[in-house]
C-alpha cells in the first residue's frame, strides 16, 4: 500500500505562482511515473474528466499537457519519492482541484496507479 500525501493548494492572483509537492509513503518497492492530474473545469464528480497536468519518469522525462507548457516545471526526488510541480503564470481558467499519481511496480506485477486525495487550487481574477 502507498499513500500519496499532497500539500501547496491554495489561493493566488492571476500571474501568481504556487508549488504543489506530494510525497509518497508505505510499502514502497519501486515507482515508476509520478505526475498531477487535475479535475476538468465544469466537471467535479466523474473521475474519467480529469486531465493530465504533467508527468515526469523516474529517469527524469517529462511530459505537459498542452496548457502546462511553459508556465508549469515539475521536478522529482527519487530518493525521497517526492515531485514537485512548480506553477508560474497562473490563470483563472487554472481554479480546480489537482491530484498526484504514482504508479507502483512490485516485481512482474502490473503497475498499480495511487491517487492522492486532492488539493484546491484558485486563481482570483
Known amino acids: 500500500q502507498v499513500q500519496l500525501a499532497e500539500s501547496g493548494g491554495g489561493l493566488v492572483q492571476a500571474g501568481g505562482s504556487l508549488t504543489l509537492s506530494c510525497a509518497a509513503s508505505?510499502?514502497?518497492?519501486?515507482?515508476?511515473?509520478m505526475g498531477w492530474y487535475r479535475q476538468a473545469p465544469g466537471n467535479r464528480r466523474q473521475l474519467v474528466a480529469r486531465?493530465?497536468?504533467?508527468?515526469?519518469?523516474?529517469?527524469?522525462?517529462?511530459h505537459y499537457a498542452d496548457f502546462a507548457k511553459g508556465r508549469f516545471t515539475i521536478s522529482r526526488d527519487n530518493t525521497q519519492n517526492t515531485i514537485d510541480l512548480q506553477m508560474n503564470s497562473l490563470k483563472p481558467e487554472d481554479t480546480t482541484v489537482y491530484y498526484c499519481?504514482?504508479?507502483?511496480?512490485?516485481?512482474?506485477?502490473?503497475?498499480?496507479?495511487?491517487w492522492g486525495q486532492g488539493t484546491q487550487v484558485t486563481v482570483s481574477s
Open positions: 508505505g510499502n514502497i518497492v519501486e515507482i515508476s511515473n
Open positions: 499519481y504514482a504508479d507502483h511496480k512490485v516485481g512482474v506485477n502490473p503497475e498499480f496507479r495511487y
Open positions: 486531465q493530465l497536468v504533467a508527468r515526469i519518469n523516474r529517469d527524469g522525462t517529462t
